[in-house]
Structure formats: C-alpha cells, structure tokens
C-alpha cells in the first residue's frame, strides 16, 4: 500500500529535494465554535496535524501537531480560528517522554 503524501499549496517537491524537516512539535486544544471542525479537512490541507483526540473536558479536539517552524504553527493556529474554533490554546512539547524498564534494586 503506498502512502499518499500531502504538499502544502498543491506543489509537487522537487526531485532529490528533502522534505522540510519538522522539529517544532506542539499541541494544540481547541474548543469548538457553533458548529464541529472538519479534523479531515483541516489534516488533508495542513501536514503539520500529525493526528488528533476528541475529548471530553475543557478542550473538544486535541491536535499533535509537527510543524516545520513557528511560522508554520502560527499559520495552523490561525488557520483553526478561520475554521470555527471557538478558543485554541498551543502548548509546546520540550521533549517526549517513554517509559524505561524498571530498575530493580534488592531488598535488605
């Protein structure tokens, strides 16, 4: 199965050339307007949106977002605004945190 690759603008990269590299990773919680966002729509157009939650909470929609810039995250957050958002609020992630396996220590 061959992934579909989404550019920005509708413009094919150019042969040989790297995709940009996307090393400004953040989260975005967003609070509907009157209406739902389109999540399809709004990740077809902007590869930036890595993927989303839906929640229950304070927030209706968290987006993980992978963004080549703060340019670029400035340009979703407006984007999600123009889209309906009622509130976005952009935290931005320091560093990912996995587990390790556990340290064992003997007992006395």
């Known amino acids: 199965m061959t992934a579909l690759h989404?550019?920005?603008?509708?413009?094919?990269?150019?042969?040989?050339?790297?995709?940009?590299?996307?090393?400004?990773?953040?989260?975005?919680?967003?609070?509907f307007g009157p209406a739902p966002l389109d999540f399809d729509r709004l990740a077809a157009e902007h590869p930036a949106i890595r993927s989303g939650l839906a929640l229950a909470g304070d927030a209706d929609l968290e987006l993980r977002l992978a963004c080549t810039g703060p340019e670029e995250l400035r340009a979703i957050a407006a984007a999600l605004q123009r889209a309906g958002a009622a509130r976005v609020r952009i935290d931005l992630v320091l560093r990912a945190l996995t587990p390790g396996p556990p340290t064992l220590r003997p007992v006395p």
């Open 6 to 31: 989404l550019v920005p603008g509708g413009e094919e990269p150019e042969a040989g050339r790297p995709e940009p590299t996307r090393a400004l990773h953040a989260l975005a919680r967003v609070s």
